[in-house]
């Protein structure tokens, strides 16, 4: 059977946990994974990241000369991982999941505050850190501050019960 010739998967769902640097997004989401990987579901996560130049790679290696040559796609496959590494920069979340990662049951990304049509939970620490009226797509928040809103609202110490309201919205088991 040629690619071409496989069943199209469905798109898992998306879920991104947004808010300002230092809001507890990557520790809030690495708790989150854990409890969805203990429910027993098979999680991506997809991490934005504004800085360029960033290295995955060690120079001299087989794959760096690869890049520099001038690859467009660079794939490592190892016994016990593997890594892409592509030029294509503009390319939505949505795009990124289609193509690569639907073998999975959810995808968590973290970032992509501008990222249209993707639900998302606000993360922060501070008040006057919130950005629910900068983005769409706010389904929760997770924060420890005293806050009223018509959304869930979640401590950042709540990463089972956040799990929990993400199975309940988005997993479905067959």
């Known amino acids: 059977m040629t690619d071409s010739a496989l069943p199209k998967r469905p ?35 997809v991490k934005s990241s504004s800085k360029t130049g960033v290295v995955f790679d060690s120079p001299g290696t087989d794959t760096s000369r690869h890049k520099a040559a001038g690859a467009d796609m660079v794939m490592l496959v190892a016994p016990d991982q593997m890594c892409l590494q592509t ?35 606000e993360v922060f ?26 959304l869930p609202v979640f401590r950042l110490d709540q990463a089972a019960a956040i799990a929990g309201f993400l199975e309940q919205r988005f997993l479905h088991r067959n």
């Open 87 to 121: 030029r294509t920069v503009d390319i939505s979340l949505k795009v990124l999941v289609e193509r690569y990662l639907c073998d999975v049951d959810i995808v968590i990304a973290e970032g992509f505050k501008r990222s249209e049509d993707i639900a998302k939970i």
């Open 11 to 45: 798109i898992p769902p998306i879920l991104a946990f947004v808010g300002w640097h230092n809001s507890g997004k990557t520790t809030l989401v690495c708790a989150v994974v854990a409890e969805i990987k203990r429910l027993g579901y098979r999680v991506a996560v």
């Open 125 to 150: 620490v501070d008040r006057d850190q919130r950005l629910r009226d900068q983005v769409s797509g706010v389904i929760a928040v997770a924060t420890n501050c005293d806050c009223s809103s018509d």
